[in-house]
């Protein structure tokens, strides 16, 4: 079974893409991108740590409604 490691905010970036959000946009504080008019905050951070990053895809699962395995993150 696979782990959940750091990613970078690039990495981060590109795969919400694959999921087909939209961005990232400047907004006020943080940048943002764009699902199905739903907004993800995304943190100025150069990397993400594994708290702070499960923390962001359990948003990404609630935005698209669906799970999102390890596996598959890693993968993408």
């Not at 946009?25 to 740590?49: C, D, K, W």
């Amino acid at each position: 079974m696979a782990r959940w490691m750091p990613c970078k905010r690039r990495d981060f970036i590109r795969r919400l893409r694959n999921f087909g959000f939209d961005g990232p946009y400047s907004g006020t504080r943080h940048q943002f991108m764009i699902f199905n008019q739903q907004r993800l905050a995304i943190p100025s951070n150069s990397e993400y740590s594994v708290p702070q990053l499960r923390m962001m895809v359990r948003e990404v699962k609630e935005i698209v409604e669906r799970e999102i395995t390890v596996d598959e993150w890693n993968k993408l």
